[in-house]
């Protein structure tokens, strides 16, 4: 009986054995959690699932393109290298591009033949066609679909300067020497306006576009010229268009003249087939850069006689 | 009052506990992880994003030294040390070009990629960032990121960069401490709450529990608690009610009980009746001689003086005969007062004792004397005796003979024993001798009720009644009384 009631003392209950077990539960699932919660090692893993792999190398002899310096290097190849894939894949010959350090070099590279192929600016075109073997194929369009652009001056919004007559004393930056802007500009619309470049405070060419539109908004120079679609990139942030140009011929895309005729047949057809008003074509075009995202039209030396002559410029005969 | 091993305040505290612990868990991991997810992508962004930036600005040198507007010479390495002097995060960088070959990198030797050279295929050329999260003796976490110096398909190399991650791993560890410290305190500070008010309600209920045990039918009174609106308020009236109805029906019961005493008191009697009869017929038949003599001579006046004389005792005969009848037929209420068992025994033994010498019966007397006196109602104790003396009077139908001993059980109990040399009780039986209406006799010559009265008559004084026998050669009833009521 004493042995009985002893045991039935040192029997533990059945609640202070579940108290037990859930405490043992409780410790083993918080090690556990433990283990797992610090394990932060992780094999090698994509940081970004929305990266895009790079399309595939065509085969055979890479057609070189040139790019005159209007933008930045980096700039020309996040809006161009997609246009040379496009090719690539369009024409089943790899096409690269390769930039110089301004603009005339990428016509001392068409002329030495390091580059078969060049997105030229139009004035830059103007005088080198007389001596160089090049011609034009093909010219962007803007957004109204029309092969033309225009240059225009700007001014910090808040500039009292209203028109190209304002400019009198004021420091004006410039693109490249051989850029269409600034030639207009210079050469044409001061003119025009009874000015001349020594009644303008300083002139000062930078290497590209944007330059010219960053030096402005910092309030170094007074005004600037520049493309109309890199002042577009701007609208808002600002700057004030005081002047426009008229429609100017679209910065030319140029070949060697001895280039294979089927090469430049395939390259014009595959350019001209771009219709963005058309489904799927607005994807393609998304990371070009923006003078070619409504696509290309034919182009001839004939349709830049006309701004030629504007500078006095030789005509091709 | 037994003690309750496993009490419904724990057991409630266990369950509850267990699904609060059990939410809290998985509220605190999920939280945690959660936390964790968020801390581990925040500082992977800022590392991307680090990395992203120091890489657009390597991509723009690079492009710029092939396209000749910047020297090659020491332009990399420069980068490298002036971005890791500004960024002590940063432990290492190297710059791979697209050949796998290292065009800079920084002087530490860091664990994981730092070194390899990625190979064509593995994907380390990737158009897509890759990191890495290691650990190493040395540096200890680092997360690593390998980001390529590509615009779309245009490519120039890859950038390696391995960040501290030992700040993050210890910022991790924290959390989890906190969050499982959090999840401790707010566990115990709930159920020490649950066990306060469970306490409370249980409190009611153990008081309840102990006016269950104190409550004695013999004294009813009002129940002790303050008491609520609520379901124990309820429980508590009920129990109040419950215990007048139990009272009720003790009552109705006790009523009953003294209905099957004197029912089966007056069986008793019918039974006695022809004894009784004859006891009776006796100085009746000798009152009648002596009036017939005295008839004859009534000048005879000390013959005259002799059958007064015998007619008298005669007489008080026939009255001591009907006042011990009238004396066991008469009901009375629960009357305790000191008795002899002794005397109680012979009072009955002189109502048997016609019917005794009629079936031949040997009365053998194994009386204590002296014995102690006892506190009994002598009227019930006459009817057990009565009861069992009747019972050996019937198995024994050819004569035997009945043993009564009483004896004295230590100072605190007499016992009383009645052995016949009977018939007996078959085995089968035993267990049912005492049931109310079970009789092995025939119809008409028992009611079924003597022992199952007898029982509740020694019962009600506290004592016990017990029963052994053997088929054919008899049956002892004991008896143990308490001298004082109860044992």
Not at chain 1, 154 to 176: E, F, N, Q, Y
Not at chain 1, 259 to 267: E, Q, T
Request: glycine share 8%; hydrophobic share 45%.
């Amino acid at each position: 009986m004493q042995i009985r009631k002893a045991a039935a003392v040192m029997k533990p209950s059945p609640s202070l054995i579940l108290a037990a077990v859930l405490l043992v539960l409780f410790m083993t699932m918080t090690m556990l959690v433990y283990r797992d919660y610090m394990a932060i090692a992780t094999p090698p893993q994509p940081a970004d699932a929305t990266a895009q792999a790079p399309a595939p190398i065509s085969t055979g002899d890479t057609i070189h393109v040139g790019v005159i310096s209007r933008f930045s290097p980096n700039l020309i190849y996040e809006g161009y290298q997609p246009i040379m894939e496009y090719l690539s894949r369009a024409c089943g010959r790899p096409f690269a591009l390769k930039l110089g350090s301004h603009y005339e070099e990428t016509i001392t590279q068409l002329d030495q033949g390091t580059i078969q192929a060049a997105f030229l600016g139009t004035y830059l075109y103007l005088r080198a066609r007389q001596h160089h073997p090049i011609r034009c194929i093909l010219k962007p369009l803007n957004s109204q679909f029309a092969p033309y652009f225009h240059s225009v001056l700007i001014v910090r919004s808040d500039s009292p300067i209203t028109s190209i007559a304002g400019l009198k004393g004021k420091r004006l930056a410039l693109p490249s020497p051989l850029s269409f802007s600034g030639n207009w500009l210079l050469g044409y619309e001061l003119a025009r306006h009874g000015l001349m470049v020594s009644d303008l405070d300083s002139v000062h060419y930078f290497g590209f576009h944007h330059t010219v539109i960053y030096q402005v908004l910092l309030g170094h120079f007074d005004a600037g010229a520049v493309k109309d679609r890199v002042a577009e990139e701007f609208a808002g942030k600002g700057i004030r268009i005081i002047a426009t140009s008229g429609p100017v011929p679209g910065s030319p895309f140029i070949v060697r003249k001895d280039l294979d005729p089927a090469l430049i047949a395939a390259i014009t057809t595959a350019l001209l087939r771009i219709d963005v008003r058309q489904p799927g074509w607005k994807d393609l075009v998304r990371d070009w850069d923006a003078e070619f995202a409504y696509g290309f039209a034919p182009a001839s030396d004939r349709d830049y006689d006309a701004m030629a002559a504007i500078f006095r410029l030789e005509v091709k005969p | 009052m037994r003690p309750v091993r496993t009490s419904l305040k724990i057991r409630i505290v266990l369950f509850m506990g267990s699904m609060i612990i059990l939410l809290m868990m998985i509220i605190s991991i999920s939280v945690l992880y959660r936390w964790r997810a968020l801390i581990l992508e925040t500082q992977r962004q800022n590392a991307l994003s680090v990395t992203r930036t120091f890489a657009a600005s390597i991509l723009d040198g690079l492009i710029f030294m092939e396209s000749g507007l910047l020297p090659n010479e020491g332009y990399l390495e420069n980068q490298v040390h002036s971005f890791l002097g500004k960024n002590p995060e940063v432990k290492w960088i190297t710059i791979f070009d697209s050949h796998g070959q290292i065009m800079a990198r920084s002087s530490f030797a860091g664990a994981g990629m730092a070194e390899q050279a990625p190979a064509a295929g593995t994907g380390s050329f990737s158009s897509q960032a890759a990191m890495q999260i290691a650990y190493s003796a040395g540096p200890g976490w680092i997360l690593e990121i390998s980001h390529p110096l590509q615009i779309h398909s245009k490519n120039w190399g890859s950038l390696r960069m391995g960040f501290d991650f030992n700040a993050t791993h210890q910022r991790l560890k924290r959390l989890f401490i906190f969050i499982l410290g959090l999840t401790i305190v707010f566990a115990t500070g709930l159920l020490a709450i649950i066990w306060l008010f469970i306490g409370r309600l249980t409190r009611s209920l153990r008081q309840l529990v102990a006016e269950m045990d104190r409550f004695d039918l013999e004294k009813i009174t009002p129940t002790q608690m303050h008491t609520g609106e609520d379901e124990i308020g309820m429980l508590v009236n009920n129990f109040e009610k419950m215990k007048q109805r139990l009272h009720q029906s003790r009552n109705q019961l006790l009523d009953a009980q003294r209905q099957v005493y004197q029912a089966e008191k007056l069986a008793s009697i019918g039974r006695l009746a022809s004894g009784v009869a004859h006891e009776i017929n006796n100085p009746l038949h000798g009152l009648k001689s002596c009036l017939y003599a005295i008839e004859r001579e009534p000048q005879n006046l000390p013959q005259l003086r002799s059958y007064l004389k015998l007619a008298d005792e005669g007489l008080d005969h026939i009255a001591l005969i009907v006042q011990k009848l009238l004396g066991f037929s008469r009901q009375h209420a629960k009357q305790t007062i000191a008795m002899d068992l002794n005397n109680e025994t012979e009072k009955v033994l002189s109502l048997l004792a016609f019917r005794l010498d009629k079936n031949q019966i040997i009365i053998e007397r194994d009386f204590a004397r002296p014995l102690p006196e006892l506190h009994a109602d002598p009227y019930l104790i006459q009817e057990v005796i009565l009861n069992l003396l009747l019972n050996s009077m019937d198995s024994m139908e050819e004569g035997g003979t009945i043993r009564i001993t009483t004896r004295c059980d230590g100072a605190v109990a007499v016992r009383l024993e009645i052995a016949d040399t009977g018939c007996g009780i078959d085995a089968k039986d035993m267990d049912r001798i005492f049931d109310p209406f079970f009789t092995t006799k025939e119809e008409g010559k028992g009611t079924g009720l003597g022992l199952s009265v007898s029982l509740g008559i020694i019962e009600s004084h506290g004592g016990t009644i017990t029963c052994e026998s053997r088929p054919y050669r008899g049956t002892t009833f004991f008896i143990t009384l308490p001298l004082h009521g109860s044992l």
